[in-house]
């Protein structure tokens, strides 16, 4: 693999150079993620190989950040001309649960940023329907080249020999700390000498490792998650979670018709509007039309296609 090389000058702190590889180039938030695709890449794998590998990789790399538990989007145009937007963002719990059962379980958790302190509600209560690890899959399975394995690979490596945090990382870590040092077995990942890791510091999660190491013997996301996703749904019946099995084995990945707009001549793929959203991307067209400048623009005469 090549690298591009280090650019003259001192770099923005938590700047991550890219990894440059014939006939690509892969960003990413952490050095760790970049390194993981632009190996995969760089083995013969393609784009939606390289971006699989990215998201396991960043699960581990940047645990303040992403996470299998999430969900996500995947905007896809495959050299044979295919569009695609692959939605597997996170979906409302409950399913097979009686009304009324049970009230969900909160606690409320104060994040102190910068300017201002935001309150979030934590605990199982808050826990939806996981769905990144399901499109991960998909996406590998309808448009990867590569065997699962040696997709997984860099991730699986890197939670079992650990990623070394960069400033950036470790700042979002330790804005997290009330959230992250509520329960012993996720303090015991990131504050396991009893204070939070800082920069520099080497950040593991064998557990993490091991499940990945079992993702490829496994088909499909339920099938990757065996008696984990049990040990879950247990967990969330006894702490006062939303989330069951049926929700697990439910979810499915939604693929849909991206949404076409045009910007100085070119044409712009992006999300389609799911209920209710606001209809802002078409604005491209009107926004930013010279450098350093960008106008409101004013409200559509007739509401446009894309609207309707």
């Known amino acids: 693999m090549a690298r591009s090389p280090t650019p003259p000058g001192p770099r923005p702190p938590g700047l991550v150079a890219p990894a440059l590889v ?5 960003a990413a938030g952490h050095p760790a993620v970049a390194e993981a695709a632009a190996g995969v890449l760089s083995g013969g794998g393609n784009a939606y190989d390289a971006a699989v590998a990215a998201g396991f990789a960043g699960a581990v790399a940047e645990p303040g950040l992403t996470s299998l538990a999430g969900g996500g989007f995947l905007l896809a145009r495959t050299a044979a001309g295919e569009e695609v937007l692959f939605d597997f963002f996170v ?31 934590c605990g199982l209560g808050s826990v939806a329907v996981p769905g990144a690890m399901a499109g991960y ?24 020999e650990g990623v070394v945090l960069p400033p950036r990382q470790a700042a979002v870590l330790a804005l997290l700390e009330p959230i992250l040092r509520r329960t012993p077995e ?51 019946a006894e702490g006062g979670g939303l ?33 209710s959203a606001a209809a802002s991307s078409p604005s491209l067209s009107t926004c930013c039309r010279r450098p350093g400048r960008c106008r409101r623009p004013a409200p559509p005469s007739s509401p446009p296609r894309w609207w309707r």
């Open 22 to 26: 014939a006939p690509g180039l892969v």
């Open 243 to 275: 989330l069951t099995a049926a929700d697990l084995s439910s979810y499915r990945v939604i693929e849909r018709e991206p949404l076409a707009t045009s910007y100085r001549g070119r044409r712009v793929l992006t999300n389609p509007h799911r209920r």
């Open 91 to 121: 979906d409302t719990p409950g399913r097979g649960r009686p009304d009324g059962e049970r009230r969900p379980r909160f606690e409320a958790v104060d994040v102190r940023f910068p300017a201002a302190v935001q309150r979030f509600h």
């Open 186 to 236: 996720v303090e015991a990942l990131f504050a396991p000498a009893g204070r939070m890791l800082a920069a520099g510091e080497r950040f593991s999660n064998p557990e993490l490792a091991d499940f990945l190491a079992r993702i490829p013997s496994r088909p499909g996301p339920a099938g990757a998650a065996g008696a984990d996703a049990d040990r879950l749904v247990r967990a969330m």
């Open 137 to 160: 899959l998909h996406v590998h399975r309808r448009l990867g080249r590569l065997p699962l394995d040696a997709v997984v690979a860099p991730a699986a490596r890197l939670a079992a």
